[in-house]
């Protein structure tokens, strides 16, 4: 079973909107717990982001409340995340993962905010 492969990521302007995609074949996605992580230009260190669980609860960094929204469909093992009102801050590499990393990683996508 290869990494999962994240897509979506893109050029956008502040106040925009982009949803993000992690499809995860192969790696029992629906058992797990899935983060997304980001990865910021210069940093080596992925920082959590969002989560949702195997039963479908979500929670968020403060930084994303009422901004993100992570969902996933199992039957596609696909994990989603809903980018709305996005900030130069949010600018990095987007990944997912399991809390304990368990799962190789993807390749990310990058997420650019900038005027």
């Known amino acids: 079973q290869g990494p999962p492969v994240e897509s979506g990521g893109a050029l956008v302007q502040p106040g925009g909107s982009l949803r993000l995609s992690c499809v995860a074949h192969?790696?029992?996605?629906?058992?797990?717990?899935i983060v997304w992580y980001l990865q910021v230009p210069g940093s080596r260190r992925r920082q959590f982001v969002a989560?949702?669980?195997?039963?479908?609860?979500?929670k968020y960094v403060e930084s994303v409340q009422d901004r993100f929204t992570v969902s996933k469909d199992n039957t596609k093992e696909t994990l989603y995340l809903q980018m709305n009102d996005l900030k130069p801050d949010d600018t990095g590499s987007y990944y997912c993962?399991?809390?304990?990393?368990?799962?190789?990683w993807g390749p990310g996508t990058q997420v650019t905010v900038s005027s």
């Open positions: 192969g790696l029992y996605f629906s058992a797990y717990d």
């Open positions: 989560q949702i669980t195997a039963g479908g609860s979500a």
């Open positions: 993962n399991t809390p304990s990393e368990d799962w190789p």
